[in-house]
T-cell receptor, first 114, second 112 residues
Framework: QKEVEQNSGPLSVPEGAIASLNCTYS??????FFWYRQYSGKSPELIMF????GDKEDGRFTAQLNKASQYVSLLIRDSQPSDSATYLC??????????????FGGGTRLMVKP | DAGVTQSPTHLIKTRGQQVTLRCSPK?????VSWYQQALGQGPQFIFQ???????QRGNFPDRFSGHQFPNYSSELNVNALLLGDSALYLC???????????FGPGTRLTVL
């Protein structure tokens, strides 16, 4: 069974610190990887996507992918209280253009304390 | 530019009833996927529509059905509602390049 695993948390970090969120996946055929942020009572919001091994940076966010280890992570630098939310890791097992059925992990709840 | 829209926002039904949820994708997006998110869990894929046909389906029973219209909008129908169908139903529309999905605000369904 294809699975995406995340620590449910909560992960508590002080304001200004680096938050590190991790995700492992079981399907070696997975091709694209996504991080969504979900505030309580709201829908998921796409914050990062990554297709290739290595790091991808966008502002305070860095996504890291290691396909050999089947591991993807999200780093949030200079964490702010407004970053407090649930972070969902999602995996698309197919190549781009061949369908986009996302498999989600259960999410990690992040709490940034002032 | 309007994002993904969904209606209604909230819905309360009783067991055994039928429900229809609606979704309009972002302008320029032609593929719509539906997800179910139970409280405290990640979204689960129900099915995807492209060119008015169901292209992929997740592990959901036939009680869940859908439709896509020529203007790319979509409906999700659930028959014979069960208490366990209570969840947030999310519609996502697909951008081809880069290949990403954007979610609408969701419909909160409560089955009593």
């Amino acid at each position: 069974q294809k699975e995406v695993e995340q620590n449910s948390g909560p992960l508590s970090v002080p304001e200004g610190a680096i938050a590190s969120l991790n995700c492992t996946y079981s399907d070696r055929g997975s091709q694209s990887f996504f991080w969504y942020r979900q505030y309580s009572g709201k829908s998921p919001e796409l914050i990062m996507f990554i297709y290739s091994n290595g790091d991808k940076e966008d502002g305070r966010f860095t996504a890291q992918l290691n396909k050999a280890s089947q591991y993807v992570s999200l780093l949030i630098r200079d964490s702010q209280p407004s970053d407090s939310a649930t972070y969902l890791c999602a995996v698309n097992p197919l190549k781009s253009g061949e369908g986009n059925m996302l498999t989600f992990g259960g999410g990690t709840r992040l709490m940034v304390k002032p | 530019d309007a994002g993904v829209t969904q209606s209604p926002t909230h819905l309360i039904k009783t067991r055994g009833q039928q429900v229809t949820l609606r979704c309009s994708p972002k302008s320029g997006h032609d593929t719509v996927s539906w997800y179910q998110q139970a409280l405290g869990q990640g979204p689960q894929f129900i099915f995807q529509y492209y060119e008015e046909e169901e292209r992929q389906r997740g592990n959901f029973p036939d009680r869940f059905s859908g439709h896509q219209f020529p203007n790319y909008s979509s409906e999700l129908n659930v028959n014979a509602l069960l208490l366990g169908d209570s969840a947030l139903y999310l519609c996502a529309s697909r951008m081809v390049s880069p290949d990403t999905q954007y979610f609408g605000p969701g419909t909160r369904l409560t089955v009593l």
